[in-house]
């Protein structure tokens, strides 16, 4: 590299979990260029997590799917503005973490004097790169932290922690401690999260068997039940009280800093293979994955040992039995380790 970088572009268009999973990628491009200016494109979700990390000085927020779904004019007015918007801010250096075809296209219309882009066979134009060395092939059998960790590689960044992890600001956890209070649930409460959404049927795990769960965790071992929902959730609010114990405490109105703080309260946190489980996991909160199978399977689970992961070819054919074994496991995993810490 022969020249240091001022204002630097990170494209990071990812879903929420997807974020949260480039952060030691984004963390070892601020470590390697502290005093640059870093700007981080990203979606809305993820531009919360990018602001809790801390990671960069400005984001640059793009509805990448009304970009895609939208109207074909309404669409285009709106790539147009926003690469007048980029080229605007003068960036010197483009690093491209997801490298599509499209953002390839947006980095090199950056006027980026340097631009650094994943290579994935068949899914970018990383022609469009002229940064040296190249970064390795994309290798879809590694976890997805070392594949955006191996795109910043060729900047020389070199040893960095692969688990993500997300600061909890202390507002956000006062007012979560709030809303438990008002909910009866003290600081000495044992409290097991719950996230019973995933964006997609098919990879969503039965409500009742959910409830199910709750119901056992709170006859057999004292745990009071803390579910969340996000805004594709909240029609199921009615029927998560019908499924759900009476004692059970139903969270709908979070936003991401806020759910990260009420995540890291938790004991364990039971969730389908979405967002809000990737964030529960960066907090340092044991999280029980509940997933159908697939062939990328371990890529995508949060690093980590103390996470615990349930597949079956459907999702549905885990059992409520199989769920609570794994959840109590992993809650007297933590108890042992909290009793010992004291």
């Known amino acids: 590299m022969d020249f240091e970088p001022q204002n630097i572009l990170v494209i990071d268009f990812g879903q929420l979990g997807d974020v949260v999973l480039s952060l030691p990628a984004l963390n070892a491009v601020r470590a390697k260029f502290p005093h640059a200016r870093i700007t981080v494109?990203?979606?809305?979700?993820?531009?919360?997590?990018?602001?809790?990390?801390?990671?960069?000085?400005?984001?640059?927020?793009v509805d990448r799917v009304s970009l895609r779904d939208g109207s074909k004019p309404v669409s285009v007015w709106r790539i147009a503005r926003l690469v007048k918007e980029v080229r605007a801010r003068r960036f010197d250096l483009v690093i491209d973490l997801h490298s599509l075809s499209e953002t390839n296209l947006l980095g090199f219309l950056s006027g980026a004097r340097a631009r650094l882009y994943g290579r994935r066979p068949t899914r970018s134009l990383d022609f469009l790169s002229n940064f040296r060395p190249r970064p390795v092939v994309e290798d879809r059998s590694?976890?997805?932290?070392?594949?955006?960790?191996?795109?910043?590689?060729?900047?020389?960044?070199?040893?960095?922690?692969?688990?993500?992890?997300?600061?909890?600001?202390?507002?956000?956890l006062r007012a979560v401690d709030e809303l438990l209070r008002k909910a009866r649930a003290g600081r000495d409460a044992t409290l097991v999260g719950m996230f019973p959404g995933a964006g997609h049927p098919s990879r969503c795990w039965p409500l009742a068997r959910f409830g199910e769960l709750a119901l056992r965790l709170e006859n057999n071992d004292g745990v009071r039940t803390v579910v969340f929902a996000g805004p594709e959730e909240r029609s199921l609010v009615k029927q998560m009280r019908a499924e759900f114990p009476s004692s059970a405490i139903i969270f709908d109105r979070l936003?991401?800093?806020?759910?990260?703080?009420?995540a890291a309260r938790m004991s364990v946190f039971v969730s389908n293979d979405t967002?809000?489980?990737?964030?529960?996991?960066?907090?340092?909160?044991p999280v029980v994955i509940l997933m159908s199978e697939h062939p990328m399977l371990d890529a995508y689970v949060p690093p980590g040992e103390r996470h615990r992961v349930l597949h079956k070819q459907a999702i549905a054919e885990i059992t409520t039995?199989?769920?609570?074994?794994?959840?109590?496991?992993?809650?007297?995993?933590?108890?042992?380790?909290?009793?010992?810490?004291?």
């Open 275 to 285: 967002g809000p489980m990737h964030v529960a996991a960066s907090v340092g909160t």
């Open 321 to 342: 039995g199989e769920a609570y074994s794994a959840t109590r496991s992993a809650l007297t995993a933590e108890r042992a380790t909290s009793l010992f810490a004291s």
């Open 142 to 172: 590694k976890h997805a932290v070392d594949r955006y960790l191996d795109v910043v590689a060729p900047l020389g960044v070199g040893q960095v922690a692969r688990v993500p992890r997300l600061p909890v600001r202390a507002e956000e």
């Open 255 to 262: 936003s991401i800093p806020q759910l990260a703080a009420a």
């Open 41 to 61: 494109a990203v979606g809305k979700p993820g531009k919360q997590v990018v602001e809790m990390s801390q990671v960069a000085d400005d984001t640059l927020v």
